[in-house]
């Protein structure tokens, strides 16, 4: 890789973490309504994926993939907007968090059945195939999603029609409170891609290296034509399912263990060895992203906040005129 | 052109797949088969496997998948094989297909059609007699519509595939080969959220939908002479055409609401309770409602007569409003 692309990815790390981080400040300072959920330490697995994707691809992502918008594209300041409830979020303020997705840049809002948005990719992958477009859908879900049926009919009919998507499970090791061994039955969700016909693949989703060349030959997979994969990438979030969790159900031992695995502090040190000028690289870094996500919170705490009658707006693309009928 | 109320809709796909390129039918068996009920015959040939596409066992990833290619700009025709099967479904139409314009603040229309066999007596059982559209009329966001006559399958029908809101279309299988219609040649289309008047009376109305119209108007027919009854089939239960429904009840002063779906939690409720407040100076009697009883639709004909509305409970019911 050249250093301008070294240091990009490093630029998205850091500009993601540092909009965690503020949000997680947002929330305790009570500037935020309802639930704020955390990417924190994830950051790897979102840059991985979305970053050498195409504008007209796509992107399914999760409620904790606050990552995978702004590397897919998304506005910054909307995005803040978005948590924030405002009208200049990309819901107008009709849903919090990650629920409204930014369609002009191929970024889907979930709902919160976690899973639910698999087939809507596989939909839409399937669409990409019949009018022969070489673009491809990216599909992400957590390991806690993987026991839904939807998570199955969705693979089974991508690998019925080699459909270009590719699954990508973030496998941070507790679903809420609920652990990997009381989740499956099997030692990775990655292996239950031999039933469904396709490649699965299981990678560390700490390394950015090793997520970007997975990610790169299942995109590349997907693109050719030749199918889906399902890759699992094995990270952890540093903060409770929600900021309101203080997640007692795990050890410190273990947390510490991970956070000694950072995504970013791997990514300095590779930066290192490559001989930057590593000092100049993150001062230079730490001031960009911490401009950008100022300004963000700035123009969300601008942002009008919608009125009640606004409410009723946005439900029907072609409301019913009962006058005219 | 004289067309069973099954070929009408077959007609409405057929029609619509030729016209716009981006319409897609796909449900379980509804290529190679042409459907569990043969709705879809010939279509895949016509169309091609791409757009008439036979589906694994999966409602969930049906809708979901509709949602996606809707996203696409594509109009997707999703067949439940029997409506009883749409509750798999269920997630995907009220979570994912009936909020993505409203979470998305306007993004993107949902532009899918969900439609499939309802309703009882044909000794369906449990599994395949259901009646659940009161289930989605309860949902914002979607539009929900069920079609009495041969007519209005295919006109509302071609509606429903070009509106830009997600649609669910219930067909009554008992109708799919009883009745058979002279329909238009030409091309037309029913406009959702219109009511039809299907007699006009003085006395009394009746407001039905689905297969009831039929057994509500012979009823009309075969008492003429003691009462002179107005008619009205909603066609859209979502949104309810209320002017028609309370210029009606305006006129006459004595509503019966006959369903085939179970009487509680029911659309006869909404309309009673909307009719109450908001005629309650024109009434000259009690809001009624004659609806299946509060049971699972049985197997044995016995009881499924028991269970489901007919002629004769209609009769019944039309006779003690009217005393009032």
């Known amino acids: 890789m050249t250093e301008q692309k070294d240091r990009e990815l490093y630029r998205w790390l850091r500009l993601i973490r540092e909009f965690e981080d503020r949000t997680s400040v947002l929330d305790k ?57 405002k009208r200049d979020g990309f819901a107008k303020g009709k849903d919090s968090y990650l629920h409204g997705g930014d369609l002009a840049n191929g970024i889907f809002g979930a709902t919160s059945c976690l899973g639910a948005t698999l087939p809507v990719a596989a939909g839409m992958a399937y669409k990409f195939k019949i009018r022969k477009e070489d673009r491809v859908a990216i599909a992400f879900f957590g390991e806690g999603a993987s026991s839904r049926g939807d998570v199955h009919e969705a693979m089974n009919f991508a690998g019925v029609h080699r459909l270009p998507v590719v699954f990508v499970c973030e496998n941070n090791f507790y679903a809420y409170s609920t652990p990997n061994e009381l989740q499956f039955g099997v030692d990775n969700v990655a292996d239950r891609a031999v039933g469904y016909g396709f490649k699965g693949e299981v990678v560390n989703g700490n390394d950015l290296h090793a997520v970007m060349k997975t990610a790169g030959k299942a995109i590349d997979r997907a693109r050719k034509g030749d ?11 540093y903060h409770g399912h929600s900021e309101h969790d203080r997640a007692d159900y795990r050890s410190e031992e273990e947390v510490i263990t991970w956070e000694s695995r950072d995504p970013i502090s791997l990514w300095e040190i590779y930066l290192e060895k490559r001989k930057y000028d590593i000092a100049a690289i993150r001062k230079e870094t730490t001031e960009e992203v911490t401009r950008i996500v100022e300004e963000a919170v700035a123009f969300a705490d601008g942002s009008p906040a919608p009125e009640g009658h606004e409410a009723m707006e946005d439900l029907y693309a072609m409301p019913i005129d009962m006058e005219a009928l | 052109m004289l067309v069973t109320y099954i070929e009408a809709i077959r007609q409405a796909m057929d029609e619509e797949l030729a016209r716009d390129r981006n319409v897609l039918l796909m449900g379980e068996d509804v290529g190679v088969l042409g459907g569990a009920f043969k709705a879809s015959t010939g279509l895949q040939e016509k169309h091609g496997t791409d757009r008439v596409v036979d589906m694994p066992i999966s409602e969930s990833l049906i809708v979901g998948a509709g949602v996606g290619l809707a996203v696409q700009g ?51 059982g449990l599994y395949h007699s259901q009646n659940p ?35 669910i279309y219930f067909e009554h299988k008992f109708l799919y080969r009883r009745i058979k219609e002279e329909i238009p040649a030409e091309e037309y289309l029913v406009p959702i959220g219109k009511a039809a008047l299907r007699k006009e009376g003085r006395d009394l109305t009746v407001i039905t939908y689905g297969a009831p119209v039929h057994a509500v108007m012979k009823a009309a027919r075969d008492m003429a002479t003691e009462v002179d009854i107005e008619v009205i089939d909603l066609r859209t239960l979502l949104p309810i055409d209320w002017a028609t429904v309370k210029g009606s009840v305006r006129k006459t002063g004595k509503v019966l609401i006959v369903h085939e779906a179970r009487l509680t939690g029911g659309i006869g409720g909404e309309v009673a309770a909307r009719i109450a407040q908001d005629c309650f100076e024109e009434l000259d009697g009690p ?31 039309i006779r003690k409003l009217a005393a009032y």
Not at chain 1, 227 to 237: A, H, M, N, Q, S
Not at chain 2, 149 to 167: C, E, H, N
């Open chain 2, 287 to 317: 809001v009624m409602r004659l609806a299946a009883r509060d049971v699972h639709t049985p197997f044995a004909p016995a009881m499924e007569a028991y269970v489901l509305p007919n002629q004769e409970k209609i009769t019944e019911a």
């Open chain 2, 133 to 167: 559209e009161a289930w989605f009329c309860h949902v914002p966001g979607l539009k929900v519509v069920a079609p009495a006559t041969a007519y209005d399958a295919k006109g509302l029908l071609k509606s429903a595939i070009r509106d830009d809101d997600p649609v």
């Open chain 1, 227 to 237: 199918g889906p994969t399902l890759v699992e990438c094995k990270t952890y979030r």
């Open chain 1, 29 to 85: 300072q009570g500037k935020l309504m309802g639930g704020v959920y955390s990417g924190k330490g994830q950051e790897a697995v979102t840059v991985g994926f979305c970053h050498d994707l195409r504008w007209d691809d796509w992107i399914f992502p999760l409620h904790r993939d606050l990552g995978a918008f702004l590397v897919k594209g998304a506005d910054p300041k909307r995005l803040m907007a978005q948590i924030f409830g």
């Open chain 2, 74 to 124: 594509m109009r997707p025709i999703l067949e439940m094989q029997f409506i009883d099967f749409i509750s798999c479904g269920f997630d995907q139409i009220v979570n994912s297909a009936a909020t993505l314009r409203y979470r998305h603040g306007g993004q993107t229309a949902c532009p899918i059609v969900i439609r499939g066999p309802s309703g009882g007596g044909v000794h369906g």
